[in-house]
C-alpha cells in the first residue's frame, strides 16, 4: 500500500545525445537558454567568477585524478569540459528578492541563528560548477568502449544503465577533495603557540585547515547522489525514494499509538549532553532561502505531507519546508567531484560551543579579566548568574524583562535543559579564570593568558567528561577497546597522535548516526527541589516540587529565571533525575508530531533527519552495515536484517512496505532501528551506528595536536601545546558531577556519574576535586611545595 510502483530493470539516465544532458535539465529548449545567455553575461562581470560561455582551459583536471586513473579517460574529460560542456546555465538567485515575498520567518534561521550563509556570488560559481561536472560525467559514461570498459573493470554483461553508474562511481571514487591547498598556503601558524586557534585553523601544521571552520564535511563512504555529483539520493532502481513523511510514521511508528520506552540505564542529562557536544562539533552552512510553496527551486527539498495524514493535515499543514545546505566550494572548477558540505565550526572537542569558532562570537561572549560575560540574576542573591543577554538573533522572547541567552553557540536557546548545561560551563570558566586571576601575583600572567589558559582546561575537562562518562554508556565495551577510546590515568601521556588524520566531521556521523539522541527525548523537562532530589519524599514516593516543562515548548528560555520553580538548579535536578527515553526507532511525539522551528511552522523532525541523509547524499544503511571497518556481517537482503543483524521482525515488515529494496533503507532510519547485539557488554546503539561514532571519536582524538594527554614531542609539535604530568593528573579527576555541584546554588547531592541512573546519590563534598596549584608558574617551574591555598576556587561568582 505504501510501497513505490516497481522499478524496471530497463530504467535508464536519460541522456541527451546531441544536446547537453544539463541544458535539458534546466531549460525546456535550446532557444530559452540561448534567450538566458545574454542576462548570464551580465550578471557575470565579477573576476572570481569564471565565464562559462566563453572557451577555457580544464588543467585542473590532472590534479584531481589519481595516477591509476586511464590518460584516455582524463583526456576526453577534458575535451568534453573545453567543449560540449564548457557552455551552461544556472539561474542566478537573489535572496534579497525572495525573502520580500516570504509570508513566514525562515526556519533556517532558527536553526542556524546569524551564522553567515553562502553568497549568491558564491552560489551562482559552485552550481555552474556542478552543472560542468554532471554534463562531463553523463558523457563520459553514457557511450563507453569495450576499452574504457576493461580499464575501469567494469564486466560488460551489466545493463547499460549499472554500467553508467559503475563508471561514474569508478572516476568519482577516485579522490575525495577534503582539502583546500591553496586556502592551507594563506595561514600563517605559530608552532610554538599553547593555545588553540579559535576557528580551529593550525591545530595541524601540515594541514592547517583540517577541522577548521567553514571546510568541507569528511565522508566514510564516496557521496551516492542521483546524478551522482549533487541531486539527493534515488532508490537502487533510480525512482525517487519513498516520502520521508512516511517512513517517520510507517516505520517509527507514532506515539499516539506506541509509548516511548525509557532507558533503563540513561539519565535526560545525557540527551542535553549529546546536544551540547554536538553544537561544538558541526554546524553545516545555511543558504536561507525562501521555500515556502509554491517554489521550483531545485535547492527546496520540501516534504510533502501526504493526504492520509490526519495528524498534519487536520491542523492545515501540508508540507514541510526544508533547505539544501549550502555547499561546499571545490579548490577548482568544473573539478570531478560530487558536492560536499561545509562545517561551519571547529570539529575539535575544544568547547567552542562556549567559547564561538570565530573572533566575531569570541569576542561578544568575552568579559575583562579573562572571564565571560554573565548577567545578573533579576532577583539577585543568592541565586548565581546567569548567561549574558542575546541582544541579536531569532530566539523571540516573551518578555523583555527575561530576554534569551547569548553563547558561543547560537541554538543554545533551544530548549532549558541545554540552556542549563551551557550556564554550567560558562559558570565553570569564570571560577577557574577568578581562582587564576586572584593568585596572579605568582603567575604574572595577563587578562588574555588568563582566558587562553582556562578555555584551555575548559575544553581538556570536555574531553574528558566525554569519553569518561558519555561514551562508555553510549557505547560498549569492546567497541570502546576496538577503536582506543579509553583513556589513560595518572600521569601517563597519549602517545598516538597522527598529523596525518583529518579530525573533520563525517556526513555519515553528523546527519545520522549522533542524531540517534533525538530518540533519547522526553515529552517533559522535570524539575525537582532540593529535598525531592534527595529522596526524602513520603512513603508513597518522591514528590515533585515544581511544575515539569513540556519539551515542546521550544526556543523558551522563561525557564530559568524562574526562582519559584527551582531555575537552573532545579532542571539540573531533573535532568540527573529523569530517564532518558530509549535508544530505538522510536521518538517522542514533541519532535516527531509537534516541532516548531518559528511562528506557524509545524514539523516532524524524523523525516527532516531521513531528508537531510538524502540531500547531503549520504548512502544507504546496508553500505555502512557491510563496511569493513565496522567488521558486521552482510546485509543483502530484508530477509537479512532478521536473521543476520536481528532486527525485530514487525520493523523488517514495516520496512518492506515502504522501500522497494533493503539497499534503498536510509542510514538514520536502518540505524536507529538496529538493535544491540546480544550479550553485548554495554552501550546503547546498534553496532552499525557504534562504529561511525566511534571511528569519529578516535578521529578527534588521534587527530587532534591540543589533546589534553598528548604527549610533549618537539617533532611533532606539541611540546608547547601539552601538559605536563601534574596537570594532567589534576585534570583526570574531572567529573560532571562535580562541576554540576560547584556551579550550582544549592545542590549539595548527586548521582556519581550524571549520565547513568542510580538512587544513590554521593555528597558533592566527597567527589573528587581537580586543584589548580599546577598552573601556578612557580609551582610547576621551580618544583616548590605548595604555598598556595589548597581550595581551587573561590565559591563567589566574580562582580563584573
Known sequence: MFRSPVCSLIF???????????????????????????????????????????SWSFDELDDVMVEDLPQSIIDKAKNLANGKCSKVYVQPRNRVEEKKGAQKKFYQSFQHGEKSSMSDEKWLKVKKSEQCNTCVL??????????????LNIESTLTATERERKCKMAILSQKLDVSNPEQSQKINCD???????IDGTCNNLQNPTFGAVNTQFNRLIAADYGDSI????????????????????????????????????????????????????????????????????????????????????DREVDII???????????????????????????????????????????????????????????????????????????????????????????NNENPGLNSVHTIFVRQHNRIATFLSNNNNINGWDDERIYQETRKIIGAQLQVITYNEFLPLILSKE????????????????????QSVNAQMTNAFSVAAYRFGHSLVQEWFGRFSQFGFEHEGSECGLKTQFR???????????????????????????????????????????????????????????????????????????????????GLSNVKSFDDLKNVADFDQDDVENLRKVYDNVHDIDLFVGGMLEPRPRGSDGGVL???????????????????????????????????????????????????????????????????????????????????????????????????????????????????
Open 138 to 151: 553523463n558523457k563520459l559514461c553514457h557511450e563507453m568502449s569495450a576499452e574504457t570498459l576493461k580499464q
Open 321 to 411: 519546508e526544508m533547505e539544501r545546505d549550502a555547499p561546499h566550494e571545490p579548490s577548482s572548477f568544473c573539478k570531478l567531484v560530487a558536492r560536499e558540505h561545509i562545517n561551519t565550526l571547529t570539529a575539535y572537542v575544544d568547547a567552542s560551543n562556549v567559547y564561538g569558532s570565530s573572533k566575531e562570537v569570541a569576542d561578544s561572549v568575552r568579559a575583562e579579566g579573562g572571564l565571560l560575560k554573565v548577567m545578573k540574576h533579576p532577583d539577585g542573591k543568592p541565586f548565581r548568574n546567569l548567561l549574558p543577554k542575546q541582544t541579536m538573533g531569532f530566539c523571540p522572547s516573551l518578555d523583555p524583562n527575561r530576554p534569551c541567552f547569548l553563547t558561543g553557540d547560537i541554538r
Open 230 to 313: 549533487s541531486t539527493p539520493r534515488l532508490a537502487t532502481c533510480g525512482k525517487e525514494l519513498p516520502n520521508a513523511r512516511d517512513v517517520s510514521r510507517f516505520v517509527h511508528g507514532s506515539n499516539k499509538k506506541r509509548t516511548n520506552p525509557n532507558s533503563t540505564t540513561l539519565t535526560h542529562l545525557t540527551m542535553n549532553f549529546g546536544q551540547f557536544m554536538d553544537h561544538d562539533t558541526t554546524l553545516a552552512m545555511p543558504q536561507e532561502l525562501n521555500c515556502e510553496p509554491p517554489t521550483t527551486n531545485p535547492e527546496c527539498i520540501n516534504i510533502e505531507i501526504p493526504e492520509d495524514d490526519a495528524t498534519f493535515r
Open 548 to 630: 515539569s516543562i513540556p519539551v515542546l515548548d521550544f526556543n523558551n528560555p522563561q525557564y530559568l529565571y524562574e526562582t519559584d520553580q527551582g531555575g537552573v538548579d532545579a532542571i539540573v535536578r531533573g535532568l540527573v533525575k529523569d530517564s532518558a527515553a530509549k535508544s530505538d526507532g522510536r521518538f517522542s511525539s514533541s519532535v516527531q508530531e509537534n516541532l516548531r522551528r518559528g511562528e506557524g511552522d509545524l514539523s516532524d523532525l524524523v523525516s527532516i533527519n531521513i531528508q537531510r541523509g538524502r540531500e547531503r547524499g549520504v548512502p544507504g544503511y546496508t553500505k555502512y552495515r557491510n563496511l569493513q571497518l565496522c
Open 191 to 197: 608552532p610554538r603557540t599553547p593555545f588553540r586557534t
Open 12 to 54: 535508464a539516465l536519460t541522456l541527451g545525445l546531441a544536446s547537453s544532458y544539463v541544458l535539458d535539465d534546466i531549460y525546456s529548449s535550446k532557444e530559452e537558454f540561448e534567450e538566458n545567455e545574454t542576462k548570464e553575461v551580465e550578471n557575470e562581470k565579477r573576476d572570481d567568477i569564471p565565464d562559462l560561455n566563453g
Open 686 to 800: 546498534g553496532p552499525t551506528f557504534q562504529c561511525i561514532v566511534a571511528e569519529q571519536f578516535k578521529r578527534l582524538r588521534v587527530g587532534d595536536r591540543f589533546w589534553h594527554e598528548n604527549a610533549p614531542n618537539r617533532n611533532l609539535n606539541t611540546d608547547q601545546t601539552a601538559y605536563n604530568g601534574a596537570m594532567l593528573q589534576e585534570i583526570r579527576k574531572t567529573t560532571f558531577a562535580r562541576i554540576l555541584c560547584d556551579n550550582a546554588d544549592s545542590i549539595t547531592a548527586v548521582n556519581k556519574m550524571v549520565f547513568q541512573q542510580s538512587k544513590e546519590k554521593v555528597e558533592c563534598d566527597t567527589l573528587p576535586r581537580v586543584s589548580l596549584n599546577p598552573w601556578i608558574e612557580r609551582h610547576r617551574d621551580s618544583g616548590e611545595p605548595d604555598d598556595v591555598d589548597d581550595d581551587l576556587l573561590d565559591d563567589e561568582d566574580p562582580e563584573f
Open 479 to 498: 567497541t570502546i577497546n576496538k577503536f582506543g577510546l579509553g583513556l589513560l590515568k595518572g600521569r601517563e601521556f597519549f602517545k598516538g597522535y597522527k
